[in-house]
């Protein structure tokens, strides 16, 4: 009776998660989806390609999700490197990214080339183009899944024929995107920016079965601020984001603020101050974000978050959705010292 009712409890979670959250599941089983957008530049715009101060940056990105509803949860891991190669108007980056989702490790590795060319309008505002193209290949193991035809009434028996006669095959496919980014100094206390991308401008086809499906169009429309206060200690980060493929939709808002250490280098000027960033975001219909960031002397940044799952699936989430994790280095060459007279 007790084995019988706990695999009426993982059934009903799992009917749960396929028919209340087809935006989440459905569209990012296709392209991933990461919480702290602003800490996965080239996944968000390939023209943000070596947009920071600095001569070179790695970035890390991990995120664990609906551990509550499948013990096969959903982990995304992507990993990028982007630097300026030519007098900082010239950028490449690349970025590799694997996606593995539910008991059927529903997968993607995708890796990318994204160049990008920056012109300064005026003394405050510039502007950047960026083009992104790789490879991905989409995998499938069914050797974990259950099948109706395996329930004897009581128990689960996998040694029992699942019926099914065509089992997906892998694939790969060519993809082809890119962006604009804009940026402006507005005065010493205000800074702004915004950007749109749009990814696999060729729809690559999309199908475990060789049809003819092909993977949507996705549109990216993204902004954020810095405005220092008085107390020039705190900095607050209001930023935004919206995707938007084919039927599917997400609206992201939030702000983070940023306090200010006060680490200056007395003397030499050399290092910066270390920061720490805390706030939240909100995702519509879905989740609320909690945000914390430390940041070390503007090289190195560790970012944890956690959703709230806030959607019609917390009936079997109970509001757990995910953590996430986020690490960035970012390199500076020596400055070259002035010779003596």
Same mark, same amino acid.
């Given at each position: 009776?007790?084995?019988t009712?706990?695999?009426?409890?993982?059934?009903?979670?799992?009917?749960?998660?396929?028919?209340?959250?087809?935006?989440?599941?459905?569209?990012?089983?296709?392209?991933?989806?990461?919480?702290?957008?602003?800490?996965?530049?080239?996944?968000?715009?390939?023209?943000?390609?070596?947009?920071?101060?600095?001569?070179?940056?790695?970035?890390?990105?991990?995120?664990?999700?609906?551990?509550?509803?499948?013990?096969?949860?959903?982990?995304?891991?992507?990993?990028?490197?982007?630097?300026?190669?030519?007098?900082?108007?010239i950028?490449?980056g690349?970025?590799?990214?694997?996606?593995?989702?539910?008991?059927?490790?529903?997968?993607?590795?995708a890796?990318?080339?994204?160049?990008?060319?920056?012109?300064?309008?005026?003394?405050?505002?510039?502007?950047?183009a960026?083009?992104?193209?790789?490879?991905?290949?989409?995998?499938?193991?069914?050797?974990?899944?259950?099948?109706?035809?395996?329930?004897?009434?009581?128990?689960f028996?996998?040694?029992?024929?699942?019926?099914e006669?065509?089992?997906?095959?892998?694939?790969s496919?060519?993809?082809?995107?890119?962006?604009?980014?804009?940026?402006?100094?507005?005065?010493?206390?205000?800074?702004?920016?915004?950007?749109?991308?749009?990814?696999?401008?060729?729809?690559?086809?999309? %199908? !475990?079965?060789? #049809?003819g499906?092909? $993977?949507?169009?996705?549109?990216?429309?993204? /902004?954020?601020?810095e +405005?220092?206060t008085q107390?020039?200690?705190?900095?607050?980060?209001?930023?935004?984001?919206?995707?938007?493929?084919?039927?599917?939709?997400?609206?992201?808002?939030?702000?983070?603020?940023?306090?200010?250490?006060?680490?200056?280098?007395?003397?030499?000027?050399?290092?910066?101050?270390?920061?720490?960033?805390?706030?939240?975001?909100y995702?519509?219909?879905?989740?609320?974000?909690?945000?914390?960031?430390?940041?070390?002397?503007?090289?190195?940044?560790?970012?944890? %978050? !956690?959703?709230? #799952?806030?959607?019609? $699936?917390?009936?079997?989430?109970?509001f757990? /959705?995910?953590?996430? +994790?986020?690490?960035?280095?970012?390199?500076?060459?020596?400055?070259?010292?002035?010779?003596?007279?």
């Open positions: 009776m007790n084995n009712k706990k695999i009426l409890q993982k059934n009903i979670r799992s009917f749960l998660v396929i028919l209340s959250v087809p935006v989440n599941f459905f569209c990012y089983s296709q392209d991933i989806h990461f919480s702290q957008y602003f800490a996965s530049p080239l996944s968000l715009n390939p023209a943000l390609a070596g947009q920071y101060e600095g001569d070179f940056r790695f970035m890390t990105n991990y995120k664990n999700q609906w551990m509550a509803v499948s013990k096969n949860s959903f982990k995304t891991f992507a990993a990028s490197a982007d630097a300026a190669i030519y007098k900082k108007k950028f490449a690349l970025s590799f990214f694997n996606d593995k989702a539910g008991d059927a490790k529903m997968g993607t590795n890796i990318h080339l994204s160049l990008a060319s920056k012109i300064s309008l005026n003394d405050n505002n510039s502007l950047v960026g083009i992104q193209t790789g490879w991905a290949q989409r995998s499938v193991d069914i050797n974990g899944v259950t099948w109706d035809s395996q329930f004897d009434g009581k128990i028996d996998n040694t029992l024929p699942s019926g006669t065509e089992f997906p095959a892998n694939y496919y060519f993809d082809i995107s890119s962006g604009v980014y804009w940026k402006c100094n507005v005065n010493n206390n205000v800074i702004v920016d915004a950007g749109v991308a749009a990814f696999h401008l060729n729809s690559p086809k999309q %199908s !475990y079965y060789g #049809n499906d092909r $993977l949507h169009p996705k549109l990216a429309f993204h /902004g954020s601020s +405005i220092k107390n020039k200690n705190y900095t607050y980060v209001p930023s935004f984001m919206i995707l938007t493929q084919g039927a599917t939709n997400e609206f992201n808002l939030g702000m983070m603020v940023r306090y200010n250490l006060g680490m200056d280098s007395k003397y030499t000027g050399i290092n910066v101050s270390s920061n720490i960033f805390f706030g939240a975001y995702r519509i219909k879905d989740a609320a974000i909690l945000c914390f960031q430390y940041e070390y002397k503007n090289t190195f940044a560790l970012g944890i %978050s !956690y959703d709230i #799952n806030l959607s019609k $699936l917390r009936t079997a989430s109970y757990r /959705g995910g953590g996430e +994790i986020s690490l960035s280095y970012k390199l500076f060459r020596p400055q070259k010292s002035m010779p003596r007279i």
